[in-house]
């Protein structure tokens, strides 16, 4: 009891000393003019700071709704190019022709949390797993072109297979000029990958487009891939070898899209059957 009395004393001596000071201060304040000016600047630039610091936090928040709405929006605006659908038109009877189209290609959004450019086999982690439609062997692509291919998955997360690993083998097309190769990495720069198996007599120029092919049941049909920046003709060879500038940066990849291609299970299992 006499311990409580003591520590109430002494809070009451803390509170009568915070009291004065606050009294003290307000008739500063009050009563003279340098020190009140002084003070309002003091508090308009502790509020403003503590204004605009809530302001970031509400914009950040509303940056990342609006970053969001953008992805959804680009994955329906994707779903609705000509490449993303099966063409299920029956050209033996005109007359009789089905031109519906089937849906082809679906796209799932998702975030990088790991990623690495500087490896032999270089790899990304999304926050995206079988939970929500993954599976392995399915394409990944960005904004600005491919990404690489999902190679395993849990129920919340999934490692992509980096366009910049040795086993990479993309199969691509120069636009406008109608060939298409077996793209690769040599772990070199990861600005540039490597165009093959183009047979010499076809025609290269700098900066050709290069793009996904439509062999290819991973990627829709014309995704970008890169530019052609230079090309040779190894001696004691018959191809090209073409180096190709990627469109994507991989260094500083953020937000991809899954590529679910709904007909894959069908194609993989009929290709399948011809080799037993």
């Given at each position: ?133 993954l599976r392995p062997h399915m394409g990944v692509i960005s904004n600005d ?78 995704i970008p891939i890169g530019t052609v920046s230079d090309f040779s003709i ?43």
């Amino acid at each position: 009891m006499n311990s409580l009395l003591r520590l109430l004393t002494r809070l009451g001596s803390v509170f009568l000393f915070l009291l004065l000071e606050g009294v003290c201060f307000y008739f500063i304040i009050n009563y003279n003019q340098e020190q009140g000016q002084l003070f309002l600047k003091s508090s308009n630039q502790v509020v403003g700071s503590i204004q605009s610091r809530i302001k970031r936090i509400q914009n950040y928040a509303k940056l990342r709704q609006d970053n969001q709405d953008l992805v959804e929006e680009i994955i329906e605006l994707r779903q609705r190019l000509g490449n993303a659908y099966y063409d299920n038109t029956a050209s033996i009877d005109t007359a009789l022709a089905d031109s519906s189209a089937l849906p082809l290609f679906t796209f799932i959004d998702a975030e990088v949390v790991n990623n690495s450019v500087s490896l032999k086999n270089n790899f990304l982690t999304l926050n995206k797993g079988s939970e929500h439609g993954l599976r392995p062997h399915m394409g990944v692509i960005s904004n600005d072109g491919v990404v690489g291919v999902v190679r395993e998955v849990s129920a919340h997360y999934s490692v992509v297979m980096s366009v910049l690993h040795s086993k990479t083998r993309i199969t691509a097309e120069v636009v406008s000029k109608g060939y298409f190769g077996a793209l690769v990495w040599e772990n070199q720069d990861p600005r540039f990958m490597f165009l093959e198996d183009v047979p010499k007599h076809h025609f290269v120029e700098l900066g050709d487009t290069v793009q996904t092919s439509r062999f290819s049941h991973i990627f829709p049909e014309g995704i970008p891939i890169g530019t052609v920046s230079d090309f040779s003709i190894p001696e004691g060879t018959s191809d090209f070898r073409i180096k190709v500038r990627l469109s994507t940066a991989m260094g500083r990849i953020r937000q991809v899209l899954i590529v679910n291609n709904l007909m894959s299970q069908e194609i993989d299992e009929l290709e399948a059957s011809v080799n037993e």
